[in-house]
């Protein structure tokens, strides 16, 4: 006896047995060879900020990306960010993790931690989204985040990430290994 399949039920038999889509490493970066694809930037905002390479912390390796920002106008976003490319016209999904050191915890003297993905380009505080705090504890302190969206007809898409002044204090912080995964949604 012969046994056919309808395509349809093909479809549903793949679906099944597939599962989800795993996510895709397309950048893993400690810094240790410079800053690789990522570039710094900033809104200008702060009287004065860096972004730059550091061996003073390190997570993984002896460099790390440090931010330092003077915020005692109360303003200000520094981060540093990388453009990739992905499927074309596609929905999907973008997971950041990093590393982030702080001088000291408690609840005054905390910023904002901030991170981009999409097919725009970053340029002020407003076009990033806050995934957390810094200051939480001293030293390094894991985050992470994710955005979902569509591409462009190229694929390109950035990712960024870094601090945004809350409290009129000066002060720096650090940031390493850095990984990024995409997945299609």
């Keep these: 006896m012969k046994r056919v399949f309808s395509v349809a039920a093909m479809a549903v038999l793949l679906l099944t047995f597939a599962g989800p889509a795993s996510a895709a490493p397309i950048a893993r970066e400690s810094f240790e060879a410079g800053f690789g694809p990522w570039v710094p930037d900033t809104d200008g905002r702060a009287p004065t900020s860096s972004v730059t390479l550091s061996t003073d912390q390190a997570y993984d390796g002896v460099r790390s990306v440090r931010i330092f920002m003077d915020g005692r106008k109360d303003d200000g976003t520094s981060w540093v960010e990388a453009q990739f490319v992905g499927p074309p016209m596609r929905q999907v999904r973008v997971n950041l993790s990093f590393q982030l050191w702080s001088p000291g ?69 650090h940031i390493d290994a850095v990984r990024v995964d995409l997945v299609t949604v």
């Design 105 to 173: 915890s408690g609840a005054a003297g905390g910023w904002l931690v901030v991170g981009f993905a999409g097919t725009g380009d970053p340029e002020v505080e407003t076009d990033f989204t806050r995934i957390g705090y810094t200051d939480v504890v001293a030293g390094w302190r894991p985050y992470q985040a994710g955005w979902t969206f569509r591409t462009d007809a190229t694929g390109r898409f950035r990712v960024a990430l870094g601090t945004s002044v809350i409290w009129e204090v000066q002060k720096a912080h």
